[in-house]
């Protein structure tokens, strides 16, 4: 005869993992979204939308940040050219995503200083990868930023991420920041 405790144990198994496959599905389901609305743009790499079917919470005036690029500074420009050129990206962005029929958002992931960060596709085309075409970005992938707009020098090194002194925790795939206290030894 089995154990009443070992049937017990079974089920709250089988629910645990039932619980865990659902958030795993639920977390998916919040990393594409298709036929978004463009609201505006704050510069050439930062840009607001609003997610039809998402809650209003977190659907409504979505700002993205374009995954793997850098424009140029608009308020916190070095000198004219890096200004220009700002100006240059904001308005090139918002000309392409006014005329674009379809918006659609992948991998949609929280960045550092928990922002979201997503690959913004227009018309079936990487926003990200056209800009860096026409050399209105830098790649950047979170690291320090080296590259000097007022030089417009394309050939500088691409942006590598930095080791942090202190690597957060990992929780269900974000960073938690700041990371607990240490523990006493």
């Not at 049937?7 to 990393?31: D, G, P, Q, W």
């Not at 997503?118 to 790649?139: H, M, N, R, S, T």
């Not at 050939?155 to 795939?173: E, F, K, N, Q, W």
């Given at each position: 005869?089995?154990?009443?405790?070992?049937?017990?144990?079974?089920?709250l198994?089988?629910?645990?993992?039932?619980?865990l496959?659902t958030?795993?599905a639920?977390?998916?389901?919040?990393?594409?979204?298709?036929?978004?609305?463009?609201i505006?743009?704050?510069?050439?790499?930062?840009?607001t939308?609003d997610?039809?079917g998402?809650?209003?919470?977190?659907g409504?005036?979505?700002?993205?940040r374009?995954?793997g690029?850098?424009?140029?500074?608009?308020k916190r420009?070095?000198?004219?050219?890096?200004?220009?050129?700002a100006?240059?990206?904001?308005?090139?962005?918002?000309?392409?995503?006014?005329?674009?029929?379809?918006i659609?958002l992948?991998?949609?992931k929280?960045g550092?200083y928990?922002r979201?960060?997503?690959d913004v596709?227009f018309?079936?085309?990487?926003?990200g990868?056209?800009?860096?075409?026409e050399?209105l970005?830098?790649?950047?992938?979170?690291?320090?930023?080296?590259?000097d707009?007022?030089?417009?020098?394309?050939?500088?090194?691409?942006?590598?991420?930095?080791?942090?002194?202190?690597?957060?925790?990992l929780?269900?795939?974000?960073?938690?920041?700041?990371p607990?206290?240490?523990?006493?030894?």
């Amino acid at each position: 005869m089995i154990n009443r405790s070992l049937v017990l144990l079974f089920f709250l198994f089988l629910s645990v993992i039932s619980l865990l496959s659902t958030a795993t599905a639920s977390e998916k389901e919040y990393e594409n979204f298709s036929n978004v609305r463009y609201i505006s743009n704050y510069d050439g790499d930062t840009i607001t939308f609003d997610i039809p079917g998402a809650p209003d919470i977190v659907g409504k005036n979505m700002a993205i940040r374009i995954r793997g690029i850098d424009t140029p500074e608009l308020k916190r420009n070095k000198c004219q050219a890096e200004k220009k050129m700002a100006l240059q990206a904001k308005n090139r962005v918002r000309s392409l995503l006014r005329k674009a029929r379809v918006i659609n958002l992948h991998n949609i992931k929280r960045g550092k200083y928990f922002r979201f960060i997503a690959d913004v596709e227009f018309d079936g085309k990487d926003l990200g990868q056209l800009l860096l075409k026409e050399k209105l970005a830098i790649e950047y992938f979170g690291g320090r930023r080296d590259h000097d707009w007022c030089k417009n020098d394309y050939s500088a090194p691409v942006s590598r991420p930095r080791r942090p002194a202190i690597t957060p925790p990992l929780v269900d795939g974000v960073y938690v920041w700041p990371p607990p206290p240490a523990q006493p030894k």
